[in-house]
């Protein structure tokens, strides 16, 4: 079982920045992909952003490339969700998802392709 911590949501103006972290429970050689996904008030989860674990390879939803930015920090086993020029549609609560399978599901709108999912942070932008 992995268990997803994820941290560093809040409020900020629109054009700021924020940066997400999300620490799993087990090792990164236990984990073969990961992803944030986001999801609006009454809307469904959508994926932003996902990176391969062993090779860093990146892959990022609409509407984020050249603003969000997937990185990890193995020594620190820690995922990260940089997010710069803020705008008011990226409110949402964001999620951190896991899978520990030999495939990796992208930003796949199903969200059983990933085994594992973290509780959420905030993210609010108003001005």
């Known amino acids: 079982q992995v268990q997803l911590v994820e941290s560093g949501g809040g409020s900020v103006q629109p054009g700021g920045s924020l940066r997400l972290s999300c620490e799993p429970s087990?090792?990164?050689?236990?984990?073969?992909?990961m992803a944030w996904y986001r999801q609006a008030p009454g809307k469904e989860r959508t994926g932003v952003a996902g990176i391969y674990k062993h090779n860093s390879y990146t892959f990022y939803g609409d509407g984020v490339k050249g603003r969000f930015t997937i990185s990890q920090d193995n020594a620190k086993n820690t995922l990260y969700l940089q997010m710069n020029d803020l705008k008011l549609e990226d409110t949402a609560v964001y999620y951190c998802?896991?899978?520990?399978?030999?495939?990796?599901?992208?930003?796949?709108?199903?969200?059983?392709?990933?085994?594992?999912w973290g509780q959420g942070t905030q993210v609010t932008v108003s001005s």
């Open positions: 998802a896991a899978t520990t399978g030999l495939y990796c599901p992208g930003l796949d709108p199903n969200l059983h392709a990933y085994n594992f």
């Open positions: 087990v090792s990164a050689s236990s984990i073969y992909c």
